[in-house]
């Protein structure tokens, strides 16, 4: 049974600072990872996909990298601003069978200090 | 271009009784999921469809009926709702192929 972890739970740190959220996996064999952005209160917002050929993925301030091998991803944020806090999770797709259903993390709660 | 729509946004319930969660999306795509999200826990698949007419069970799909009869409307039912379905509501849309998932707004339900 796939099973996915991201530590810290909760992180703060000082605006403009670079960061990276970590997220990782039990089973290799996914199709893609996708990283969404949780409000409180929100529904979640896709900030990034990587299929599982691909290393990494960019969008503005955020780069989100992929080792299948290992079992894990980050996200990178860059110059971190105080609309960044908010809590953000991973989940996995499948390879194959049941690949519509996604496996999610438990997120990390994001807290940028002004 | 709408997404994914959820309705009601909030609700409570008293102990047994019955409601329907309403999900809609307007991309046309084949997926579409249903998720629940409690503290600690992330979010676990209830259930879900790929495509008009197919459903499926996911992770936690005890107290839960779901049909398919549009592809564009998805509704969740509870049977007789019990303090344990507290939570967060999250319908999910995407095409086949393994793409983005797209979710809605969320339905948060309180059940007494």
């Known amino acids: 049974k796939q099973e996915v972890t991201q530590i810290p739970a909760a992180l703060s740190v000082p605006e403009g600072e670079n960061l990276v959220l970590n997220c990782s996996f039990t089973d290799s064999a996914i199709y893609n990872l996708q990283w969404f952005r949780q409000d409180p209160g929100k529904g979640l917002t896709s900030l990034l996909l990587?299929?599982?050929?691909?290393r990494e993925q960019t969008s503005g301030r955020l780069n989100a990298s992929l080792d299948k091998s290992s079992g894990r991803s980050t996200l990178y944020i860059a110059a971190s601003q105080p609309g960044d806090s908010a809590t953000y999770l991973c989940a996995v797709r499948r390879w194959n069978f049941g690949n519509e259903k996604l496996t999610f993390g438990t997120g990390t709660r994001l807290t940028i200090i002004p | 271009n709408a997404g994914v729509t959820q309705t009601p946004k909030f609700q409570v319930l008293k102990t047994g009784q019955s409601m329907t969660l309403q999900c809609a999306q307007d991309?046309?795509?084949?997926?579409m999921s249903w998720y629940r999200q409690d503290p600690g826990m992330g979010l676990r698949l209830i259930h879900y469809s790929v495509g008009a007419g197919i459903t499926d069970q996911g992770e936690v799909p005890n107290g839960y009926n779901v049909s398919r009869s549009t592809t564009e409307d998805f509704p969740l039912r509870l049977l007789s709702a019990a303090p344990s379905q507290t939570s967060v509501y999250f319908c999910?849309?995407?095409?086949?192929?393994?793409?983005?998932?797209?979710f809605g707004q969320g339905t948060r339900l309180t059940v007494v």
């Open positions: 999910a849309s995407n095409p086949r192929g393994h793409t983005e998932a797209f």
């Open positions: 990587i299929q599982s050929s691909q």
């Open positions: 991309m046309n795509h084949e997926y």
